[in-house]
């Protein structure tokens, strides 16, 4: 009796689950399946294309307050990695080289030939490794908030 009473008290303090959150005013979310996974992605505007890949632990939510601003004079399209929010989470294939294909095959798949990418922390690893396998494809390549390579605290050495 006493561990049901405590079940009971635990479930009802526990807090709702996060509710889904509305579409970014102009834009559409959508999924497409590349590179055998299914990415969740949102899009919108018009000109050309931006893609805003997201950091650890994130998805392409934290791209919200800059999205409508590129929107005026670009196509943002600002996917979930995989493994990460609405995407698929497969067993495998999370080699940054591999995540940078999904992206290639998205941005195709749309119509782009040429992309300007923009990388946060993990998303800075996969933009990288696009840049570095398509550079046919990238217009522009724009990388931040990483450490600096030989630095622990990511402080300049010297």
Known sequence: MLMSLAVAVLLASAPAPAAKAAPTAGFTEKFADVNGVRLHYSIGGKGPAVVLLHGFAQTGLMWR???????Q???VIVPDLRGAGDSAKPEGGYDK???????????????FDRVSVVGHDIGLMVAYAYAAQFPEGTDRLVLMDAFLPGSVTGRACG
């Open 65 to 71: 307050p800059i999205m409508p601003l590129l929107a």
């Open 73 to 75: 004079h670009h196509t």
């Open 97 to 111: 080289k591999n995540m940078a294909v999904d992206i290639h095959e998205l941005t195709r798949s749309l119509g």
